[in-house]
């Protein structure tokens, strides 16, 4: 049994997570515990509070006592908003706090990019305009190329959790460009565990998902390779050929 854990802010699409552990299919149990949300905004000064040391600290204990062998900051406007540097000190400062491995959405998503084998991306974000910019900003520190960003200025996750299968078609395609390889829906608070199949059907190419991401990077701090192909290109791997 591998045990995953997840700092997650408020209630809005938690629900994703015990739908990718059915989906995983192996001995893989995720963890969730909630984090104070503080104000419910995509407003800078109030993503930097909610990702902030003291909020993610509270919830540490409670997974390590639910065994986890990593820890991952599950949220992505929370954690890019600080840049790539500031990103990076959160999630050491996370790591030492829980005494375990540890990371963020943003950089799951950095390494998601890598592990498709891909360059060029599009986003489509639920965020305003300059909190997307900010996304945007930090996959370009990453070394990845961004050809469009398309955001969809709402302002609240409990607003982005209401939105179901249609909308994230929608928004899937909206921000999709014909120049990019895959395209990135970058919010923990839109459910997408259940489209990811029907989003890269429409798109014809890999989509991200924020919560989809946030498990396989904690898959990765582990160890654990699985193939799970009804969480999209990221979680398919090629059969091995017998000689």
């Known amino acids: 049994m591998t045990a995953l854990g997840f700092l997650y802010p408020g209630h809005s699409a938690e629900d994703d997570y015990p739908r990718m552990e059915q989906l995983l299919g192996s001995d893989i149990r995720l963890a969730l515990v909630h984090t104070d949300i503080g104000e419910d905004a995509h407003r800078v000064d109030a993503l930097l ?6 909020r993610l ?14 820890v991952l900051w599950a949220c992505t406007s929370g954690s890019f908003v600080y840049g790539w540097e500031g990103a990076h000190e959160q999630v050491r400062a996370l790591a030492m706090s829980a005494g375990l491995p540890a990371s963020s959405t943003s950089f799951a998503f950095a390494h998601a990019v890598r592990e498709l084998g891909v360059q060029r991306v599009a986003v489509a974000a639920t965020y305003p305009e300059d909190v997307s910019a900010l996304f945007a900003a930090f996959l370009k520190d990453a070394g990845i190329d961004v050809v469009a960003v398309r955001a969809s200025g709402v302002v609240t996750a409990a607003e ?4 179901g299968e249609a909308e994230v078609l929608e928004l899937a395609r909206s921000g999709d460009h014909p120049d990019a390889e895959a395209v990135l829906l970058p919010d ?36 654990r390779r699985v193939n799970a192909p009804e969480l999209g290109a990221l979680f398919t791997r090629e059969p091995l050929i017998q000689a």
Do not use: C, Y
């Not at 509070?49 to 003291?54: I, L, P, R, T, Y």
């Open 49 to 54: 509070e909610m990702g902030s040391a003291d």
């Open 57 to 70: 600290a509270a919830g540490v204990e409670e997974l390590r006592l639910s065994g986890a062998e990593a």
């Open 160 to 163: 982005v959790g209401t939105w």
């Open 188 to 223: 923990t608070a839109l459910h997408t565990a259940s489209f990811i199949p029907a989003l890269e059907k429409e798109l014809g190419k890999p989509v991200l998902t924020a919560n989809q991401v946030t498990v396989r990077e904690a898959l990765r701090l582990t160890d």
